[in-house]
Structure formats: structure tokens, C-alpha cells
């Protein structure tokens, strides 16, 4: 299993606002694919899977805030 987790992407930044979400539960997903995007303060970033996989679970939905070190979502390994 590979949880995708948001970094820490800045001092002082502990909060995240989810702004886009490319995968849902059962989708196949390759190393490097783009899996969310996420904005701090001013300025936004693409979160990429490290893994392969297929979605097993998502956490979050489009518009929630979420803590630095929460789970987007979880991989099951091939």
C-alpha cells in the first residue's frame, strides 16, 4: 500500500485547500501520474503519485482543507 500524503511544502504552512482531484476509487494509476492539485497561501501545486497502482480510497473531496501529513489517498500496489 502507498498512501499519497500532502508534504510539508513551507515554514509555518500547516493547512492546505484540496482545488483539484484527477482520480477516483478503482482507477489505475502509474508512477509520476498527477493526482491532485493543492494551494497554500498564494500559490498552488500538483501532487504525482509515487507509486502504481489502483485507487483504493480517497479521503478528500474537491474544496476541503486539509493538515500537512492527511492521506489524499491510498494505492494499492502492483
Known amino acids: 500500500m502507498y498512501d499519497l500524503i500532502i508534504p510539508k511544502v513551507g515554514m509555518g504552512i ?10 477516483k476509487v478503482g482507477d489505475k494509476i502509474i508512477k509520476g501520474d498527477i493526482i491532485c492539485q493543492i494551494e497554500m497561501e498564494k500559490a498552488s501545486t500538483e501532487l504525482e503519485s509515487e507509486a502504481s497502482g489502483v485507487v483504493e480510497e480517497v479521503f478528500f473531496k474537491v474544496g476541503d482543507t486539509m493538515e500537512v501529513g492527511s492521506i489524499v489517498c491510498r494505492i494499492k500496489e502492483e
Do not use: F, G, H, K
Not at 500547516?14 to 482520480?23: A, C, G
Open 14 to 23: 500547516t493547512e492546505v485547500d484540496l482545488i483539484d482531484l484527477r482520480v
